[in-house]
């Protein structure tokens, strides 16, 4: 270790500076139109799909209507290890942004709810030596646990004192993270959630982007890459790799923003008019003057709940003859 103390190895490549520069361009964008922290129900989907796509990496089987299903307290016919690894992720996910990323306590907190069940060491460090296997070969062979402590403190140390950038640095914290492996099970979530923390304190609406949908899309190139980095001792490519996939995850997010800056007079009369009410569509469509029902429900109606401003008072029947709806809450116009 040398004075200034434990230096991960990485290679800052031209691919990864133009990253940077594209990542931060658009960021800009979407926190110029800031509609993510009025849109609860975004907030909530993007929640859910990387629940979905973090445990899809490790084999779970769960469709996204399912884990949505599970979230939304529904009961749904499933493996019962799945269905926990599902509720302890959302619990997980839930205390995050409240969690001190360079807290070892913290870290281990969020393993116990994480593994809550799962494995005899959840929110403890790996007592005895593990692999990462693919298939039956051998592809990592983790450094032996009576290190463990000790590499994740210098690890942690490095990313508080560290001027690198926040981006390059959640990637290196991700990358170092697996390779020491210093869990029993969980590893893998727990790298991608850690990430996320990392990246929320530089900005908040990493809180909410699911970039695992993104890795998970590429699961067999993440693995291939975590390996070349291991063989070269350098975590350069994996550092490009998670880059393009949070570019490529905010792309999404920019997408959707464009769709909210759609949000037109008439959503803007919608929600002057049901204030703190609950109005059925009738209700509605007599305070608007309107008659024609289409007209109510495509430029009124779906816009508004598609943006998550509005929500059904009854949204397990959608079709019910007493449905009513309302302004989300903490929805603030």
């Known amino acids: 270790m040398s004075e ?14 133009n990253l940077i520069s ?3 361009e658009i960021i800009t964008k979407i926190t110029i139109n800031d509609n993510m922290s009025n849109n609860p129900r ?12 973090s445990l899809a990496i490790e084999n779970n089987s769960l469709s996204l209507d399912q884990v949505t299903d599970i979230i939304n307290g529904k009961r749904i016919l499933g493996a019962p290890d ?9 619990e997980a996910y839930n205390k995050l942004l409240e969690m001190n990323p360079y807290s070892v306590k913290d870290m281990l907190l969020a393993h116990k709810a994480l593994m809550n069940e799962l494995t005899k060491e959840a929110g ?21 646990a009576n290190h463990v402590l000790q590499q994740i403190k210098d690890l942690i140390d490095w990313a508080k004192k560290s001027e690198v950038h926040p981006l390059i640095k ?8 697996e390779f020491i492996h210093p869990f029993a099970d969980g590893n893998g979530r727990m790298g991608r959630m850690w990430q996320t923390l990392l990246l929320y304190k530089w900005k908040s609406l990493f809180g909410w982007l699911p970039i695992e949908t993104l890795i998970r899309e590429r699961q067999d190139d993440y693995y291939k890459v975590l390996g070349e980095c291991d063989h070269s001792a350098d975590s350069g490519k994996f550092i490009e790799f998670l880059l393009k996939a949070i570019y490529d995850a905010l792309c999404e997010i920019a997408d ?3 769709v909210t800056e759609q949000a037109t007079e008439q959503v803007e009369k919608l929600l002057e008019i049901i204030g703190d009410k609950e109005c059925s569509t009738k209700e509605l469509m007599e305070l608007l003057g309107l008659k024609h029902r289409p007209t109510f429900r495509d430029n009124y109606l779906l816009p508004a709940l598609s943006l998550g401003y509005i929500e059904m ?9 007493k449905q009513k709806y309302k302004m989300v809450k903490n929805f603030v116009k």
């Open 4 to 17: 200034k103390g434990y230096v991960p190895p990485y290679t800052i490549t031209d691919k990864t500076v």
């Open 22 to 24: 594209d990542i931060t």
């Open 42 to 53: 975004l907030r909530r989907d993007n929640r859910i799909r990387s629940i979905h796509a």
């Open 82 to 90: 799945e269905i926990c690894e599902v509720k302890n992720a959302f």
């Open 124 to 144: 403890t460090f790996r007592s005895g030596g593990v692999g990462v296997f693919a298939g039956k070969q051998l592809v990592h062979m983790a450094p032996p």
């Open 170 to 177: 959640s990637c290196v914290f991700h990358y170092e993270f």
């Open 256 to 258: 959707t923003e464009q």
């Open 313 to 321: 008072t009854i949204p397990d029947k959608p079709n019910s003859s």
